[in-house]
């Protein structure tokens, strides 16, 4: 019955639908998805520049520079997106107290993002790296769990922050 009178009112009023990444919540949480995407954030650019280092470009290098730049954008909001849930659903009170930068941390990351998204410069990409591991190290700091830096083991080969699970 109840059913029946909620599925009548939303027809007539039509209610906006409702979406999270994880109302329960899981308590999964790891900024390696994150450290990822900036890393292909970064090797998108450097693919972006080999092209730009043409003499002229071909069709299929105009069709290869359009994924490149769409996969750019769609891993850079990937970070963004990775790091706001981390930020919004794990962190409390107790994290804050453990890294009280951590809102001035996650605000630059979503601005290098967003310059990530809006430009082919890698500077930004390796600057959103950076913020990125420095959010990794500080969600390691609130789990107790050391870490330590190592050059990533593909393209674009750079420093990323890893916990030391042994």
Not at 64 to 81: G, P, T
Request: glycine share 4%; aromatic share 8%; proline share 5%.
């Amino acid at each position: 019955m109840l059913h029946k009178i909620l599925a009548t009112l939303d027809k007539s009023i039509n209610f906006e639908t409702a979406s999270a990444h994880c109302d329960v919540p899981c308590g999964i949480y790891d900024p390696s998805t994150a450290q990822i995407a900036a890393l292909t954030v970064i090797r998108m650019l450097d693919q972006i520049k080999e092209l730009a280092d043409k003499d002229s470009l071909t069709i299929a290098d105009h069709a290869k520079l359009s994924r490149l730049v769409a996969q750019k954008e769609e891993h850079a909001e990937v970070v963004k997106k990775e790091v706001r849930i981390t930020w919004g659903d794990y962190f409390k009170q107790p994290q804050f107290d453990q890294v009280p930068g951590i809102h001035e941390l996650v605000h630059n990351i979503m601005l290098t993002g967003s310059k990530c998204r809006q430009t082919i410069d890698q500077e930004n990409g390796l600057a959103l790296l950076k913020l990125v591991n420095e959010f990794a190290e500080a969600f390691w700091k609130t789990k107790g769990v050391e870490t330590y830096t190592a050059t990533c083991p593909y393209p674009p080969a750079q420093q990323v922050v890893y916990p030391k699970l042994g």
